[in-house]
């Protein structure tokens, strides 16, 4: 009993070290995005549609497709729908370099990396929302973010850390042009994996560069004004609770899709010490 007792312990200790490593390397990568996504606040857009295109290519049927990184080949960026969206995948190369350099853990999946350069996006639009509603003044928009924001609503997201790559883009046809596509097409493409008229309400940020815009078509659908209506009121308020929390909980799902979640990804063996040669 007491050897059986002391495997479990061991397996405790192992676990929590697995967990303060990937939590210590998930912070730096989200630094690294921070950095690089302050510096080029223009490609914001473009990277919430990189997201986004990511992972529409999943296809419930065969359980293929999805937030796998192929859109980093170049057969699929140079896609219709993925027009204009290469400089963002540029920036992403870039913040790659660094954040592989002081993994400890092996280079960091392609997918983890698009869908946390989204993440890192969602947030950088949250916290000008509230700059904004301060006045432009960063330090009491910091504030309000920080006290009434959503931050603390990306528990499961970041434990999603530890998606895998594929080696081949996913097939043609799965996502649409967004920009040109009716209000159909998209709840079409939506309910094809498992969503409809809310989430696709409350992603209208990722669709296109203009959400005024993306918001008054779908406005006209009949099942989705009323949730557009919602978010918008929603942004108007101190917290954002509602638009926050629906966007979050709905990025979690997209970036997920036909994902195994490898939760070893990124740790690394812990060097064992002698403490019989310690000298004291």
Known sequence: MASSGSFVESARAA???????????LSSVKSTLFTAIKGNPELIPSLLT??????????????SGGPNGSIRFSSELSRPENKGLSAAM???????KEI????KGGPISYADLIQDAAQSAVKATFLASAIRK?????????????AYGSSGQWGLFDKQLGRSDTMEPDPEGRVPQWENASVKEMKDKFSSIGLGPRQLAVMSLFLG????????LLATDPDVSPWVQKYQRSRETVSETDYEVDLITTLTKLSSLGQQINYEAYT?????????????
């Open 15 to 25: 676990d929590l070290i697995q967990r303060r490593q990937r939590s210590e390397f």
């Open 50 to 63: 990189l997201a986004l295109n990511d992972a529409m290519t999943y296809d419930k049927a065969s359980k």
């Open 90 to 96: 540029n920036l992403l190369e870039e913040a790659k």
């Open 100 to 103: 592989d350099s002081y993994s």
């Open 134 to 146: 301060c006045g432009g003044n960063e330090e009491k928009g910091n504030l309000l973010y920080t």
């Open 209 to 216: 560069p203009d959400q005024t815009a993306t918001e008054t």
């Open 268 to 280: 690394y063996p812990v060097p064992k010490v002698d403490f019989r040669k310690l000298k004291l």
